[in-house]
């Protein structure tokens, strides 16, 4: 069974280790890790509620829609942070 993730467990992850990439702190059997590397940008940062979610992911991976709708939810902070970090890389300061 895939490993479950919530978006208050990325965010702490994050505050603990704010200049590692959340990538990595997405556990690797997690849908949000296969969210986070898979889909398109615009599909994460639309799907924001349980009636987004995608039956056949549901299925899939063995979530219900509130589980499949936070693990997104822990893909779009992940992707934000590491976003960030790239642009910071780069020498810009991004808008808070």
């Known amino acids: 069974m895939a490993m479950k993730v919530t978006a ?17 702190m997405l556990p690797p059997d997690s849908f949000a ?12 940062k639309r799907a924001k509620t349980p009636a987004d979610a995608d039956k056949a992911e549901c299925e899939k991976w063995g979530l219900t829609a509130d589980e499949w709708a936070e693990e997104m939810a822990a893909a779009r902070i992940a992707l934000a942070h ?15």
Do not use: C, V, W
């Open 82 to 96: 590491d976003m960030k970090l790239d642009l910071i890389m780069k020498g810009i300061t991004p808008a808070m």
């Open 33 to 44: 890790r296969h969210a986070f590397e898979n889909k398109p940008y615009p599909a994460i």
């Open 8 to 24: 208050a467990q990325i965010r702490s992850r994050i505050e603990a280790n704010a200049d590692d990439y959340a990538a990595e």
